[in-house]
């Protein structure tokens, strides 16, 4: 049966300790929870695996009715609510799983005031009659688990999620905290915006995973390499591999098993009793590696994942963030692992080409795309480029004058070889520069590759780019290369890339590399692969 209401008004460190069995907060819990507790909104930013999930829970428990949680996972519902109900909180879900009679049970519970927290997808709140049943009841607050998935420009949006802001008029006062692990500083402000958190104190944890080594390897013979480096360097531990595809999901497993490595497949495909079985002997058993795709490891909470390595190139760097932050949350040391090729660069373009969304659609996968690219092809620390991305500052690795270095990352511990892209990075810049100031708009990457490259279209004579001095000034490189060169100063924040189309524009810093003060360094093999000769190369 479930246990009295006897948290209400309680010390939430005696609540953490009766209900979840820690002695102590973490990081920020404390404030957040005492915050929350208060009746104040927020906007909670913490790495996968630093605790979010007790910030709305405890004060779901201090405070009067039922807290409200909207995620979108409702595969993962079931597990929450019953993990909770272990723990004697009496929790429900409301989702679209449920049988009427089901529904109507736990309906009933929550106008009852026998809910302490409520899971609920957020579509289900635009179902008629949800507003109004909950309304009748009484509610401690509302907490939005995954926030970032409002943000258009994310990697992970759901056109529900929009929807939430509207809860900020149906109850002006009842507490509202939003979670992500994934928020870059526009997503951190679209979601302070969207989901009208005006007031909202935010609490910024550091996204910094020191003990996860991560190493980024060009892929030669993918299987190959996965076998060398599990057998090799993880003999007997647990890990988890994520491949793209159901089909390299499963013929990787099963290689992994004729290396004499204990893997078991894990994917959407496969029946719930063998998802059930391989998720349950990864959890249980010891060195057990599964093989999955990404729909394996959202709240899956297994504390010594010594690697996680990637078979297939992410398709955004928050989802590689997320899925490698799964490693080490026991902070003991763990390695992220990624193989890519051109051939995955091929293939996710494709895809993206042959997607039927809208072009703001593809040309947001597009700069989901090269961003994961830059992280892979560039010539800085790994980890300081991580936390840049996540809009945190890498100072604390910088040496005193000269460059980042965590020491913990390939590129800290193994540096690669070097091109000097200063020479094409600045006809870049001084094509977009012309083309802004005398035809008086600036295109996308491919029109300004022409132009460098001397390759007349139907497009470029009407526009008479073929007059620009820079015309023909690039020939000596393939498109290949140029496009390296441009991802690489996208993603160094040289150039941006503005609006549906891409449109490219030089930001302040460019200048300085026009004007010879700031080198441009690329990874010599990017530039080799990506079609050899060059005047250039060193
Ligand atoms: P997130 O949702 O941020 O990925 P979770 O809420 O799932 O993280 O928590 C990750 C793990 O940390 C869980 O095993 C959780 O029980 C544990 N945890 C959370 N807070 C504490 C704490 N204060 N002390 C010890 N363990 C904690
Ligand atoms: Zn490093």
Not at 27 to 37: A, K, L, M, P
Not at 342 to 361: K, P
Request: glycine share 10%; net charge negative; hydrophobic share 40%.
């Amino acid at each position: 049966a479930p246990a009295e209401p006897t948290m209400v008004g309680r010390d939430p460190l005696e609540v953490l300790s009766e209900v979840f069995g820690y002695d102590s907060f973490r990081g920020e819990q404390e404030d957040i929870v005492r915050h929350v507790i208060g009746g104040g909104d927020a906007v909670v930013l913490m790495p996968t695996g630093g605790g979010k999930s007790i910030c709305y829970q405890i004060p779901s428990l201090v405070r009067e009715g039922t807290g409200v949680v909207l995620s979108p996972l409702v595969a993962l519902m079931h597990d929450q609510v019953a993990a909770l109900r272990l723990a004697g909180v009496r929790a429900a879900a409301l989702n679209s799983a449920l049988g009427l009679d089901e529904r109507r049970e736990v309906e009933r519970a929550y106008l009852a005031g026998e809910l302490d927290v409520l899971y609920l997808a957020p579509e289900r709140l635009s179902a008629p009659g949800t507003v109004e049943l909950l309304r009748r009841g009484r509610i401690a607050l509302f907490a939005i688990d995954e926030a970032h998935c409002v943000s258009q420009w994310g990697h992970d949006f759901r056109p529900d999620y929009l929807r939430l802001g509207a809860l900020a008029e149906h109850w002006p006062d009842v507490p509202r905290i939003a979670l992500t692990a994934t928020a870059t500083p526009e997503t951190h402000r679209e979601i302070a915006e969207r989901l009208h958190l005006d007031g909202a104190r935010h609490f910024v944890s550091s996204f910094d995973r020191p003990n996860i080594r991560y190493r980024i390897e060009s892929k030669q013979n993918a299987r190959a390499q996965l076998i060398s480096f599990v057998r090799g360097e993880h003999a007997g531990e647990a890990g988890i591999v994520y491949a793209l595809s159901r089909k390299r999901v499963e013929q990787t497993a099963a290689a992994l098993r004729d290396a004499g490595v204990d893997a078991v497949a894990y994917h959407a495909g496969l029946p719930a009793s063998e998802r059930l079985e391989a998720q349950t002997r990864f959890l249980r058993e010891d060195g057990v590696v599964v093989v999955a795709t990404i729909a394996f490891g959202m709240g899956i909470d297994k504390p010594d994942v010594r690697f996680v390595a990637h078979i297939d190139l992410p398709k955004s760097i928050e989802g590689y963030y997320q899925e490698t932050g799964r490693a080490g949350r026991d902070g003991l040391p763990s390695e992220a692992w990624l193989v890519y090729g051109l051939q995955d660069v091929v293939q996710q373009r494709q895809m993206i080409e042959s997607n039927d969304g809208d072009a703001a659609t593809r040309a947001n996968q597009t700069r989901h795309l090269n961003q994961m690219l830059a992280l892979c092809e560039g010539v800085e620390c790994r980890r300081a480029f991580l936390l840049r991305y996540f809009g945190q500052d890498p100072s604390p690795y910088a040496e005193t004058g000269g460059p980042y270095r965590c020491g913990n990352c390939d590129v800290c511990l193994n540096p690669p070889k070097t091109w000097d892209a200063t020479v094409p990075a600045q006809m870049l810049i001084s094509t977009i520069v012309r083309t802004q100031r005398e035809r008086g708009r600036t295109f996308a990457a491919g029109q300004h590759i022409d132009v460098l490259r001397g390759v007349g279209s139907e497009r470029v004579t009407q526009l008479r780019l073929d007059e620009l001095t820079t015309w023909g000034i690039g020939a000596e490189w393939s498109v290949a290369q140029w496009r390296g060169v441009v991802r690489h100063l996208l993603a160094t924040g040289l150039l941006e890339a503005r609006g549906e189309w891409g449109v490219l524009a030089p930001a302040q810093a460019a200048l300085a590399v026009q004007r010879g003060e700031m080198p441009v360094l690329m990874r010599e093999e990017v530039i080799v692969r990506s079609g050899g000769r060059s005047r250039y190369g060193s």
